[in-house]
């Protein structure tokens, strides 16, 4: 078969397949001629677009990353606890579900749960706030790994996603405790660009953010369903918590008493009171009028879980006995990679094991500042590099037998 046989087999699949598909959707679906993308520099296939953004996330270098990306647990030997890796697959089944029974677009769900955590760098949360006070430190913008994700997948590695992936993937912030969310639908790169500077210059958290798709919206309630119950599993496996922890009371009466409970009773609750299309007439709603989200009594069930697991988990004194340490390896990396751009010094690993290997795009290097090429490198680090590079730095090489 030649190439043009092909593309043409393509475009009847596509055509033939697809459309069929899409006739099952809620008319608040995101339909795969939605679709933009910045350059379109590869032909069609028998992919739909969303379906080929996940492939692309996929053979990534940033994702290659995620298998040794701390989720909660950094500093824990354990292969038992959730690391990044399983936390994103398990943000796009999840999303999955909601997304077949709300008969919405289950491609764009997978590609912006696949994406949105590929920005996170080593040790997690503490991690992240760490590096961006770095950042600002040394005159470059605060580092928030939902921007970074963009940063990856956008910039670095140029993988010319659709706007409704990246979108998405900015926009994920499962940390806010908004119970109900809506989206506005926009077609601009414009206004992506615009939205994403807000969020690089805002004061507030980025759950002002707002997806500009009914499947972003999913992905971000999904990620909190993800990680919430399963947060509480990990910590009972590594000793944190005991066998028997008490939840909350309006937690365990309405959400259950472990993962499996919290996830299930979530996802229905999510899905009895979402409302993608008017069910009366089975006409479409106006855009505004679209809504994902929880009941009430689940939203502040879900509200007080949250406050137990910060109280309980994330701000334990045994999780974080070990920040001043960590908040040291960061400025020594950080200053020790800067000033090695400053000198030219290509023996460093920031030039033979980052710019010289990593980015495809010849654009990045010319408008990225020195600050901003460290913090990108520092954080597509993994948890082990991050040590080793730390490692290999601080300790004196062996010089006997070298004269």
């Not at 996929?58 to 824990?76: C, E, G, N, P």
């Not at 920005?119 to 590096?131: A, V």
């Amino acid at each position: 078969m030649n190439n043009s046989q092909n593309k043409d087999y393509s475009k009847a699949f596509n055509s033939d397949t697809y459309q069929e598909i899409e006739k099952f959707y809620s008319p608040s679906a995101t339909l795969n001629s939605h679709a933009v993308r910045r350059k379109k520099r590869h032909p069609e296939d028998i992919r739909t677009e969303f379906s080929r953004d996940c492939d692309r996330i996929i053979h990534s270098r940033a994702y290659s990353r995620y298998i040794d990306k701390t989720q909660v647990f950094y500093l824990v030997s354990n292969d038992h606890i959730t690391h990044r890796a399983l936390h994103v697959q398990i943000v796009s089944r999840i999303g999955r579900t909601i997304g077949r029974k709300l008969r919405l677009n289950e491609d764009l769900i997978e590609a912006i749960a696949t994406g949105h955590d590929i920005g996170h760098p080593p040790y997690g949360h503490t991690g992240e706030k760490i590096l961006s006070g770095l950042c600002e430190k040394h005159g470059s913008k605060k580092f928030l790994h939902n921007i970074q994700s963009v940063r990856f997948l956008d910039i670095i590695e140029d993988s010319d996603l659709t706007l409704q992936v990246l979108d998405g993937i900015l926009c994920h912030d499962g940390e806010s405790n908004q119970g109900r969310l809506s989206y506005k639908r926009y077609s601009s790169w414009n206004i992506f660009d615009e939205k994403l500077s807000s969020a690089y210059n805002s004061s507030h958290k980025n759950s002002f953010l707002y997806p500009s798709t009914p499947e972003g919206c999913v992905v971000r309630l999904a990620d909190t369903i993800a990680y919430i119950g399963r947060d509480i599993q990990d910590a009972i496996e590594i000793g944190l918590l005991p066998d028997d922890v008490k939840l909350p009371e309006s937690t365990y009466e309405i959400l259950g008493s472990d993962n499996r409970g919290i996830v299930n009773n979530l996802i229905m609750d999510l899905i009895e009171n979402s409302s993608t299309e008017n069910i009366n007439s089975g006409e479409k709603t106006e855009e505004n009028s679209f809504t994902i989200g929880y009941s009430d009594k689940t939203a502040h069930a879900l509200r007080d879980l949250k406050e137990f697991n910060y109280k309980n988990i994330y701000n334990n004194k045994k999780l974080t006995s070990q920040k001043k340490k960590i908040a040291f390896m960061y400025k020594f990396l950080f200053e020790t990679y800067l000033e090695d751009l400053e000198n030219e010094n290509k023996n460093s690993g920031i030039y033979s094991e980052y710019l010289e290997t990593n980015s495809k795009n010849p654009d990045y290097i010319k408008n990225a500042s020195p600050a901003e090429i460290v913090s990108d490198y520092i954080a597509g680090m993994t948890d082990g590099y991050f040590e080793r590079k730390f490692t290999d730095i601080i300790i004196p090489d062996k010089i006997i037998g070298k004269f």
